[in-house]
């Protein structure tokens, strides 16, 4: 079994939804694969912040090459958020994440802050889906809560549009937790929540219970480890 097949296959038949944790640089992505995770997904704002630029900011070459070190740094399957694709082509999109050595991709379907159309979205999704073929495990944002669009049948329309474009995985970032359940029954397969790691909101059963079969972090991560630095300097400086 490839690391592609792997990683699909971890995202179906489980009982309790699959934790991806997001590595910002080679060191974080050991550390998570020592603490036993079976895979990765890589967040655009925290290896943004790991490379000193502001989220969404971040130029395409440095990002792809973030994401290699993190991918040859482990032996785990990698999955890369990579934003809206950069205005690559899909045919050389596909290119720059198999050379990185990378499983899987988020793709957003909004661009400097605004929706794209979904029939037009939906479509490069399945140009990407035919360039990629098996190799890639095309995970799809859902814009419209982050874009203040809170729309539920529109966030449903979108999703349905990306999975029936080819996307394995849809992720409504930004949905409220009770509408979980509607999106759960509205949408088939793979379903992406992101968590929380300040303790408010429903745990990750919780969130499973609520129809999230996949649960990323964002750069919760990478911020949370930045403050316990900022901390640590901050009492040896003292």
Same mark, same amino acid.
């Given at each position: 079994? #490839?690391?592609? +097949?792997?990683?699909?296959?971890?995202?179906?038949?489980?009982?309790?939804?699959?934790?991806?944790?997001?590595?910002?640089?080679?060191?974080?992505?050991?550390?998570?694969?020592?603490?036993?995770?079976?895979?990765?997904?890589?967040?655009?704002?925290?290896?943004?912040?790991?490379?000193?630029? /502001?989220?969404?900011?971040?130029?395409?070459?440095?990002?792809?090459?973030?994401?290699?070190?993190?991918?040859?740094?482990?032996?785990?399957?990698?999955?890369?958020?990579?934003?809206?694709?950069?205005?690559?082509?899909?045919?050389?999109?596909?290119?720059?994440?198999?050379?990185?050595?990378?499983?899987?991709?988020?793709?957003?379907?909004?661009?400097?802050?605004?929706?794209?159309?979904?029939?037009?979205?939906?479509?490069?999704?399945?140009?990407?889906?035919?360039?990629?073929?098996?190799?890639?495990?095309?995970?799809?944002?859902?814009? #419209?809560?982050?874009?203040?669009?809170?729309?539920?049948?529109? #966030?449903?329309?979108?999703?349905?549009?990306?999975?029936?474009?080819?996307?394995?995985?849809?992720?409504?970032?930004?949905?409220?937790?009770?509408?979980?359940?509607?999106?759960?029954?509205?949408?088939?397969?793979?379903?992406?929540?992101?968590?929380?790691?300040?303790?408010?909101?429903?745990?990750?059963?919780?969130?499973?219970?609520?129809? /999230?079969?996949?649960? #990323?972090?964002?750069?919760?991560?990478?911020?949370?480890?930045?403050? /316990?630095?900022?901390?640590?300097? +901050?009492?040896?400086?003292?």
């Amino acid at each position: 079994m #490839t690391k592609a +097949e792997a990683f699909r296959a971890l995202h179906h038949g489980r009982a309790t939804p699959l934790v991806l944790p997001g590595p910002w640089d080679a060191a974080s992505a050991q550390a998570l694969v020592a603490a036993g995770f079976p895979a990765l997904a890589t967040p655009s704002a925290g290896v943004a912040a790991s490379l000193g630029y /502001a989220d969404g900011e971040t130029p395409a070459d440095e990002m792809f090459a973030a994401v290699a070190r993190i991918a040859r740094a482990v032996d785990v399957p990698v999955s890369a958020d990579v934003e809206d694709g950069y205005g690559l082509t899909p045919k050389e999109l596909v290119e720059r994440l198999l050379e990185a050595g990378v499983v899987g991709c988020n793709l957003e379907d909004s661009r400097h802050g605004v929706l794209k159309d979904p029939r037009e979205h939906a479509e490069w999704l399945a140009e990407v889906r035919a360039e990629a073929g098996d190799r890639l495990f095309l995970n799809a944002r859902v814009d #419209t809560f982050v874009r203040q669009v809170p729309d539920v049948a529109e #966030t449903i329309g979108r999703a349905r549009r990306y999975v029936a474009a080819g996307a394995d995985c849809v992720y409504p970032i930004g949905v409220p937790v009770d509408v979980l359940p509607r999106l759960r029954a509205g949408v088939e397969g793979p379903l992406n929540v992101a968590a929380r790691l300040d303790g408010e909101g429903p745990s990750l059963a919780g969130l499973g219970a609520r129809g /999230a079969t996949r649960i #990323t972090f964002g750069p919760a991560l990478q911020q949370r480890a930045t403050a /316990a630095l900022r901390e640590i300097a +901050e009492g040896i400086r003292a």
